[in-house]
C-alpha cells in the first residue's frame, strides 16, 4: 500500500523568502508519480508539478521545484520567492498506475502562512 | 483548453435524502473521471475512478456509488445520505501523468 506523509502541520515564512514542505513516501511499485497540490481557502485543487520516479531531474515549474530524493523517497516542495498569495494549503501525493489511469494517495497537507 | 465543472458547488441534504453530484469536462475526449471526498481539515480520499463509460471502480466500500453515462460525465450518487457522507467532494481528469480537478461540491447532511 502507498503511504505519504507530510509531518508539517503549519508553516510560516517571510514574503520573498524561500521556503521548503516536506514529503515523505512508501511504496513497494518501482513506477509512480510524485504531485503537489495548492488548495487556498476557496477548495479548489491546484496543480503544481509533478515528478516522475524515473525522471533524472528534479522537476521545476516556475518558483516551484521538486526536490526528489529517491533513495530516501522524499519529494520535498520548494517554493522560491514566497508571496501572499502563496498562503494556502499544501498536499503532497503519490499516483499509482492502474492500467491507463493514475490513483492519487493524499498527505494530510501544511498550512503554509506567508507572512508581511 | 480543459475546463471541469462540478454542481452544485453546495448542498445540504437530510439524513437519509438521495444525492446526486454531477461532473463535466470539456474540451477533452476519453478522460480518466475521478471522485474524490475530503473530510474536514483532512487530505483527499479517492473514492471512485472510470476509465471508460460504463466503467467504474470502486476504491472503498461506502454508501455511495458513480456512473459513467457518458465520455465526459461523471455522476456521484446515493440512496440514503448518512451523517458521515458530509464533505468536500471533488471531481478530477486525467489524460497522461497529472490530474486536475474541479471546483468541489461542499456537502452537508443534517
Known amino acids: 500500500a502507498q503511504k505519504i506523509t507530510q509531518t508539517q502541520p503549519g508553516m510560516f515564512v517571510q514574503e520573498k523568502e524561500a521556503v521548503t514542505l516536506d514529503c515523505t513516501y512508501d511504496t513497494s511499485d518501482p513506477s509512480y508519480g510524485l504531485f503537489w497540490y495548492k488548495q487556498p481557502s476557496s477548495g479548489e485543487m491546484i496543480f503544481l508539478i509533478y515528478?516522475?520516479?524515473?525522471?533524472?531531474q528534479n522537476a521545476t515549474e516556475g518558483r516551484y521545484s521538486l526536490n526528489f530524493q529517491k533513495a530516501r523517497k522524499s519529494a520535498n516542495l520548494v517554493i522560491s520567492a514566497s508571496q501572499l498569495g502563496d498562503s494556502a494549503m499544501y498536499f503532497c501525493?503519490?499516483?499509482?498506475?492502474?492500467?491507463?489511469?493514475?490513483?492519487?494517495?493524499f498527505g494530510t497537507g501544511t498550512r503554509l502562512q506567508v507572512t508581511l | 483548453s480543459q475546463t471541469i465543472h462540478q454542481w452544485p458547488a453546495t448542498l445540504v441534504q437530510p439524513v437519509g435524502s438521495p444525492l446526486s453530484l454531477e461532473c463535466t469536462v470539456e474540451g477533452t475526449s476519453n478522460p480518466n473521471l475521478y471522485w474524490y471526498r475530503q473530510a474536514a481539515g483532512r487530505g483527499l480520499q479517492l473514492l471512485f475512478y472510470s476509465v471508460g463509460i460504463g466503467q467504474i471502480s470502486s476504491e472503498v466500500p461506502q454508501n455511495l456509488s458513480a456512473s459513467r453515462p457518458q465520455d465526459r460525465q461523471f455522476i456521484l450518487s446515493s440512496k440514503k445520505l448518512l451523517l458521515s457522507d458530509s464533505g468536500f467532494y471533488l471531481c478530477?481528469?486525467?489524460?497522461?501523468?497529472?490530474?486536475?480537478f474541479g471546483p468541489g461540491t461542499r456537502l452537508t447532511v443534517l
Open positions: 501525493a503519490m499516483g499509482e498506475h492502474t492500467g491507463t489511469a493514475s490513483k492519487l494517495t
Open positions: 515528478q516522475g520516479s524515473y525522471d533524472q
Open positions: 478530477a481528469w486525467s489524460q497522461g501523468n497529472e490530474q486536475f
